[in-house]
């Protein structure tokens, strides 16, 4: 009897003991919940109340607005994307499958590409004979514009221009876009300039003996300017306050123009370095056509090496204009001028030969 009871008191002591613990542990879990912070995104109902009486109205607002400004930012982004996505689905998806033969340079290059020579001897026999029937060839038929004098007495005139339907120009007369450019040296022979100004086109005479800068005569204009293969020095264009000579992009930056229909020029030996001007500047883009002078009698200006290297050299630059889309249509040889191949009678060549290109590729 007696040990029953211990029994039962002892294992009522135990009871309330671990009840007391049970409380205790949970009042003391119960306060440290409450004291941790909260967790990132879930503020605590304390927290809460703090911040609405701790920030101003200001603050409030001016975080508000940043808010609207990021989701907006967001937003602009995902619209940006979207219609860059439509730009580029509305465009050809697959590039083109083969490169041109001869892609188009746009940057400006530093030397043109030479010709393979001739024969294994690279003699000045075999170098002319390549040459010459070069530019005694024509590559394409056109029925073409020449000097009014020349066609009165139905003779092949000396400067002549193309006028073919399947080219430019004609369309460009038409719709009085037409621009010329003739660059001589004195007094020369401007019968087919009058003529295409007369046709309807903006044509424009560079002559440096000019009295004047810029003269407007009849339906033509003059200018005391000429084209080079380089620009002057400035320190020489301050002190005469003008200069007589200039690249050819440099005169089209300068008047504003794009394109030039036909290209004229007779330069008096300077026509091989203006042309390896126009081909390592590309800007024979700008040409419809070009007709030019060529002087055989001596190598030209600032043209070195031995007699079969020129004409190497001349060979090497017509060919450039072939690679640019450059046709020849039209040959002429002055019979008054002597016959003289870098001072020397080889195949009874002419000292000068006037020569005209159409380019076949060209859509202004």
Known sequence: ???????????????????????????????????????????????????????????????????????????????????????????????????????????????????????????????????LNYITTPQVTCASLAREEAAQEGTKGAWAACVDPKYSLTHRIQSKHCRVYSFGLGVDDRSLERSLARAGCEVHCFDPSLKQSHLQQAEMWLHRLSVD?????????????????????????????????????????????????????????SVGQLLLELHLHWAGFEVGGDDPSVVRYWFSLLKELEHANFRLFHVHSDPAKPHLFLHKNVFNASSAYTLSWVNTEWKP
């Open 229 to 285: 293969w380089r620009d002057p020095n400035p320190a020489i264009v301050a002190q005469r306050q003008y200069a007589n000579t200039k690249k050819l992009a440099t005169i089209l930056n300068d008047f504003g123009h794009r394109q030039v229909d036909v290209l004229k020029a007779d330069m008096e030996s300077a026509e091989w370095k203006i042309l390896e001007n126009f081909i390592l500047e590309g800007v024979l883009d």
């Open 1 to 131: 009897m007696g040990r029953e009871r211990l029994t039962r008191g002892l294992l009522l002591r135990l009871g309330v003991l671990l009840t007391a613990v049970c409380v205790c542990v949970h009042v003391y879990l119960e306060t440290r919940w409450r004291e941790a912070p909260a967790p990132l995104g879930r503020p605590t109902q304390s927290s809460q109340n703090w911040g609405q009486q701790s920030r101003t109205k200001p603050d409030a607002e001016e975080q508000d607005r940043s808010i609207k400004r990021r989701i907006s930012y967001v937003r602009t982004l995902k619209k940006d994307s979207q219609a860059r996505k439509r730009d580029i689905n509305r465009e050809d998806p697959s590039p083109p499958c083969c490169p041109p033969l001869h892609p188009h340079r746009k940057t400006p290059r530093w030397h043109i590409d030479l010709e393979h020579w001739a024969g294994e001897s690279h003699s000045l026999e075999d170098e002319a004979k390549r040459f």
